[in-house]
């Protein structure tokens, strides 16, 4: 058994919610690291941080500060957002933050770009997003990719530092969406698309299709001479498939409460949602689902490869084949830190094996 396309990881950087006051960004950061540390060992091809905002169950707000954390705490691995959401930031920033960080790790930088807020009304708001922003998406992404490579804008103005790679070649860029608007323009512009499965999984196909089938190598610095195709899916590996069982029915108890929880904390189910109690926690959870949240969480969720090592491995395997995936991006969603590196381990390590045999 092999897996036929490269492996990497989404880091959802989760906050635990019993964690001590003050502690829980600490603990996630250090998380991060080892996570990351152990994807480095097995041989998965990068990590990537994506840009949430006002959620205090994750603590990737600013991707650029984490991968400037890991990077620092390991050595070949690539890092990445995956993604900044673009309309909430100038092309010129991003330019800048991500020239850094690939002038500290050469070689090591990926950017990830997405087009949603990665937050809610008043957050953007607070955030001093234009709500149109989303509408010059395309031209932002051009604009940015100008930046990365040097040129500089009509007025001048540069990113100032820049780096580039061995190739000569800025940090790469990545399409990410979750529709077929991202598939569209990740062709039109010659850039690899990822798509974001492991949540919002029902135009996979459609948008993998049409990303291959309007791709256009276009000579823009950076972009590709054939497609490359990125599909996430959830990952749940244990040393035993009732252990795998038992951590995707905590990962679908944590997304019902993140999704359906905050409107019901004042009404019919108030004491467990915060409880740091395992046992409160997962009743009031499961009254969620039961009353219906399971409906939409099983939409989210329903591409998941669940069980040991070998079985998972079959399950991407067949996944990567099923999509047309050229690279999966593995969110590996137990429920502590420990866990989801043993996760990790367990897919990395039955893929080498196989790979060696």
Known sequence: ???????????????????????????????SVELAR????????????????SMASIASSAPAVLVAHVAAH????????????????????????????AAAHPGRIDLGLGRAPGSDGATSAALRRDPSAADTFPDDVLELQDLLAGTPRPDGVRAVPLALDDDGLPVPLYVLGSSLFGARLAAALGLPYAFASHFAPDALEQAMDLYRREFTPNGRPGALEAPHAIAAINVFAADDDATAREHALAARRQRAVALFGRSLRRGALPGGLDSADDAAFDAAADALLDA????????????????????VVAQLDAFA?????DE??????????????????????????????
Not at 42 to 53: K, L, P, Q, S
Not at 297 to 311: I, S
Not at 321 to 325: D, H, L, T
Not at 347 to 357: E, F, I, K, N, Q
């Open 328 to 357: 999966l991006i593995t969110a590996h969603g137990a429920p502590t830190p420990q866990t989801r590196v043993r996760s990790v381990e367990l897919v990395g390590s039955a893929v080498g094996s196989a790979l060696a045999a």
């Open 292 to 311: 219906g949240a399971s409906v939409h969480v099983e939409a989210m969720m329903r591409l998941a490869a669940v069980g040991t090592p070998d079985a």
């Open 1 to 31: 058994m092999s897996s036929r396309v490269p492996l990497s990881v989404l880091d959802l950087a989760p906050v635990d919610r019993r964690s001590a006051p003050g502690r829980g960004a600490r603990e996630t950061l250090a998380a």
């Open 321 to 325: 084949a099923r999509v047309g995936a």
């Open 74 to 101: 390991t050595s070949t691995i690539r890092l990445g957002a995956g993604g900044v959401m673009l309309p909430n930031h100038a092309p010129l920033t991003i330019a800048e933050q991500f020239g850094t960080l």
């Open 38 to 53: 152990a994807a480095e060992r097995h041989g998965y091809r990068r990590v990537w941080y994506a840009e949430h905002h």
